[in-house]
């Protein structure tokens, strides 16, 4: 399984194995398989056929972790596609640091960056607008307050300092790139009532069966914040067209849009120059990010 940062913690299926059979006996003759496909905050372990074992790879995944087990059993009854609730919290032990939880599996495929032929763009995209709308629906009263997406002028050092680092890769399209982030800070910022948001909705953390959404993983960034945060999968996943269609379903005026668009294109600069080693496809997807956003800004200037 990848290292995907210096100072994480190293799991293995015999950890994970001798993990579940002291603290739940219940699940100890389930066999234990990692999963390649895993994330950069956490390493998933299949656990029979039903069941999924995620544990933090680094200090900053736990509380996540943890917002997930008090949360997601909450609201996962009020969302239209599967996710991975959790079913058990397992503590610190043989070895391992931190606390890590037992979910129920969720089957599917993850897309790739643009959609597939055979995917259906535009029906994904009313998928990710119903998936986006239930979110919103929730109850916000009571419900924790996300510590990420800040408000986007508190990130344009980070962006500044990216942009400096990927300057010989970016130096084609550095201008507007640099456009794209302007825009976004100079729009309205969100100053709407709270509003439950998933944070990650990015392809690695959605699942589709015969073309269509079916699942949605890796809660750990919910709670309340800026609903644009959420439709930088318009740009992650999407081709032009389904993104049009997508706007249109989840209703983004012009200041959202741009802050969306300043919210993926934040995400792709941060992730381009740290995982380009460490994580090949999600560097991949950064570069996917920054082209549609270039070719969208000449379409529109050009229009």
Not at 87 to 115: D, F, H, I
Not at 144 to 159: C, G, M, N, S
Not at 207 to 230: I, N
Not at 289 to 295: H, M
């Amino acid at each position: 399984m990848a290292r995907m940062h210096d100072d994480e913690v190293e799991t293995d299926v015999a950890l994970v194995t001798r993990l579940v059979s002291t603290q739940f006996p219940r699940w100890a003759d389930l066999p234990v398989s990692r999963v390649d496909a895993s994330g950069t905050d956490n390493a998933i372990y299949r656990l029979g056929d039903k069941l999924s074992v995620r544990m933090p790879r680094i200090h900053w995944a736990v509380a996540p972790v943890e917002r997930e087990f008090a949360w997601l059993p909450r609201i996962a009854p009020h969302l239209p596609f599967d996710v991975p609730t959790p079913m058990a919290l397992g503590a610190p032990g043989e070895g391992y640091p931190w606390p890590w939880t037992v979910c129920r599996w969720v089957p599917g495929e993850n897309p790739t960056s643009g959609v597939e032929a055979g995917v259906d763009a535009p029906a994904l995209a009313r998928d990710l607008a119903r998936f986006i709308g239930a979110m919103r629906a929730l109850d916000p009263n009571g419900a924790p307050i996300t510590a990420w997406p800040r408000p986007l002028h508190q990130e344009d050092d980070l962006v500044r300092s990216n942009l400096a680092a990927l300057a010989g890769e970016l130096h084609a399209v550095r201008e507007e790139v640099v456009a794209v982030w302007d825009d976004a800070l100079a729009a309205r910022r969100w100053d709407g009532p709270p509003t439950w948001i998933h944070g990650d909705l990015a392809p690695g953390n959605l699942l589709l069966r015969d073309g269509r959404l079916r699942g949605v993983l890796d809660f750990s960034a919910m709670g309340l914040g800026d609903p644009a945060s959420d439709y930088r999968v318009a740009w992650n996943l999407l081709p032009a067209g389904a993104r049009r269609v997508f706007r249109q379903a989840v209703g983004a005026d012009d200041a959202t849009w741009a802050r969306a668009r300043g919210w993926v294109l934040l995400q792709a600069l941060a992730q381009l120059p740290y995982y380009t080693e460490r994580h090949p496809p999600l560097a991949a997807n950064a570069r996917h990010v920054i082209a549609e956003l270039v070719a969208e800004r000449r379409a529109r200037s050009s229009a």
